[in-house]
């Protein structure tokens, strides 16, 4: 499906949801598949289903004889924050063997021109990453993508490379033998197929899922103009938090966080433990007080949203409401219940978790 051609994950989704099942698109006639969806006869047209069949049967193949898996966005092994994103994609290919449940996920980009101060504030990130069950993600491109793979691995921490272009090639290919040790660790990712070349037009597309997958965005070093701030506005859109280091205001290659900061679309972070801070990922001692109060006068729903952050470091309101199944609005007004109780804590990017 998602080789149909003028067929989007957005309108993509629209049409899943009014299909018995998505082999009626390679079974029925446009006029039939425009009357059972209520969506215009010309987009069913326009797709060529048989080319589309050609294309899968050649990925299947490829993906077969080099050991790549695919993921379904309705699949268990699909990262579950980018499946909440309206516009992600319908599959993912990976290269590697990364499971991709509770972990926490942290997108680092930047300048593809990194200056000393830069890589430095990188490495130092990184390195507070130890043993905090986080994964790098980045692009793979020049600069602070590289950087940032690379010292995720000497660092041991997880590290995924989410790619604009097919798994048939590396770019930029002086990352390649990198790329090979992103994939002997954790994986690499793409929602292109094999031949697809790493033209432009892919990269924001490359972006909007490392954007999407991560629970928080970090911008080290970008000048006013560059494919880092387009992530940190789509992490934005996304709900997701967003941080930037500040800089020189002199310094060209700093123009854009300190923008990012001065208009409020990320927050000014001068170190790891401001990071750990603000996301409430810090350590914190066990307060044995807590669980008895916990579940003293609480209703079945506040019940049940206490269990599930008291079982989580923190969640955002919209996982909540999915994991419980409870309606915005009877979420909204337990949540400000609990924490008025003083038994949760909220978060920047609308997230909770136990005080």
């Known amino acids: 499906m998602s080789f149909l051609s003028g067929i989007g ?19 029925l006639t446009p006029h039939q598949l425009s009357k059972l969806t209520d969506i215009p006869k010309n987009v069913f047209v326009k797709m060529k ?46 290269k590697g063997n990364f499971d991709f449940k509770s972990q926490r ?31 790098v993600v980045s692009g793979l491109a020049h600069g602070i993508d590289t950087y940032a793979h690379q010292y995720a691995l000497e660092f041991n921490v997880p590290t995924i490379a989410v790619l604009g272009h097919g798994l048939d090639r590396i770019y930029p290919s002086v990352n390649k033998t ?64 967003v941080f930037a280091f500040p800089g020189d205001v002199f310094n060209e290659g700093s123009q854009g966080c300190n923008n990012l900061i001065s208009t409020d679309q990320a927050h000014l972070i001068q170190s790891p433990e401001d990071f750990m801070k603000i996301m409430g990922w810090e350590e914190r001692p066990v307060n044995a007080s807590i669980q008895p109060k916990l579940f003293n006068d609480l209703n079945q729903d506040q019940e049940l949203i206490t269990r599930l952050l008291s079982e989580n470091k923190s969640l955002q309101i919209d996982v909540i409401s999915q994991m419980l199944n409870l309606p915005m609005s009877k979420l909204n007004s337990e949540l400000f219940s609990l924490e008025m109780m003083g038994i949760i804590v909220g978060l920047p990017g609308k997230q909770f978790r136990i005080n």
């Not at 080319?51 to 899968?56: F, G, I, M, S, Y």
């Not at 997108?107 to 905090?132: H, P, W």
């Not at 033209?199 to 597309?205: G, I």
């Not at 928080?216 to 992490?235: N, Y």
């Open 9 to 27: 994950p957005i309108k993509a989704r629209q049409i899943i949801e009014k299909l018995n099942d998505v082999s009626q698109l390679f079974e």
């Open 49 to 94: 289903p048989k080319q589309a069949l050609e294309e899968a049967e050649k990925t299947l193949e490829f993906n077969f004889k080099n050991k790549i898996q695919t993921h379904y966005y309705l699949d268990q092994k699909y990262p579950s924050k980018l499946s909440q994103c309206v516009d992600a994609p319908l599959i993912l290919f990976q």
């Open 105 to 135: 996920f942290v997108a680092i980009v930047g300048t593809r021109d990194a200056s000393d101060y830069g890589r430095k504030i990188c490495k130092e990130l990184i390195a507070s990453f130890q043993n905090k069950n986080i994964v």
């Open 178 to 241: 990198l790329s090979t040790k992103i994939i002997e660790q954790s994986a690499i990712l793409t929602e292109f197929k094999q031949g697809t070349a790493p033209d432009r037009e892919n990269f924001p597309k490359r972006n909007r899922i490392v954007a999407g997958m991560c629970d928080a965005t970090i911008v080290i070093e970008s000048k006013i103009k560059g494919g880092s701030l387009i992530t940190a506005r789509l992490a934005n859109d996304y709900n997701r938090d």
